[in-house]
């Protein structure tokens, strides 16, 4: 395509090397970790020194392949009705939105979002709320691994390596089964 319209080489080369680079400096690290004391961790970091800090806890590394045995995903949609509009949310729902995607996901009314492990109804969810005839918004949207079997740590050095663990881990994106109240 370059050569059909008179692209020099040159600087298709300079492009390419520019997209290569950036996708080094901007790698993730996706990685699923076991740790002392029952504690599963999945990590998204942007992080490359990820190894140091596992050696440093204690870290044992799982194959990403048995995540779905501990972790599920989860797509999440905050909606909020557009300015001006003075009506309860839920009530706007229930009487506007359609009935078939109101009985295929989960509506958490207190943090106000649709939950759903079907990523093509938040999508369906997602071209509703874009009509112009509703008059709602989308607030955030975002997606989360939830523990299927979450853990309560009982003993005192359990939660003493919790708490350094989550110190260390607190710049990094990271899902874990440990049941924080």
């Keep these: 395509m370059a050569r059909k319209n008179g692209f020099p080489k040159e600087k298709?080369?300079?492009?390419?090397?520019?997209?290569?680079?950036?996708?080094?400096?901007?790698?993730?690290?996706?990685?699923?970790?076991?740790?002392?004391?029952?504690?599963?961790?999945?990590?998204?970091?942007?992080?490359?020194?990820?190894?140091?800090l596992a050696q440093e806890l204690k870290l044992k590394r799982m194959p990403l392949s048995s995540l779905p045995n501990c972790f599920?995903?989860?797509?999440?949609?905050?909606?909020?009705?557009?300015?001006?509009?003075?009506?309860?949310?839920?009530?706007?729902?229930?009487?506007?939105?359609?009935?078939?995607?109101?009985?295929?996901?989960?509506y958490d009314d207190k943090n106000i979002e649709f939950i759903?492990?079907?990523?093509?109804?938040?999508e369906k969810t997602k071209v509703i709320t874009k009509q112009n005839e509703l008059k709602l918004k989308i607030k955030e949207e975002r997606t989360f691994w939830k523990a299927l079997v979450p853990y309560q740590l009982s003993e005192k050095?359990?939660?003493?390596?919790?708490?350094?663990?989550e110190k260390k881990l607190t710049g990094n994106k990271f899902y874990t089964n440990i049941n924080i109240n």
């Design 72 to 106: 599920q995903l989860f797509y999440s949609l905050k909606l909020e009705l557009e300015e001006g509009e003075n009506h309860n949310l839920e009530e706007y729902l229930l009487t506007y939105f359609p009935v078939e995607i109101l009985e295929k996901m989960n």
């Design 157 to 165: 050095g359990a939660m003493n390596y919790w708490k350094e663990l």
């Design 116 to 122: 759903s492990t079907d990523k093509q109804m938040i």
């Design 12 to 52: 298709v080369l300079q492009i390419f090397e520019k997209i290569k680079a950036s996708k080094e400096s901007n790698s993730s690290t996706r990685v699923f970790y076991q740790a002392p004391f029952g504690i599963f961790i999945y990590l998204e970091s942007d992080n490359t020194n990820i190894n140091n």
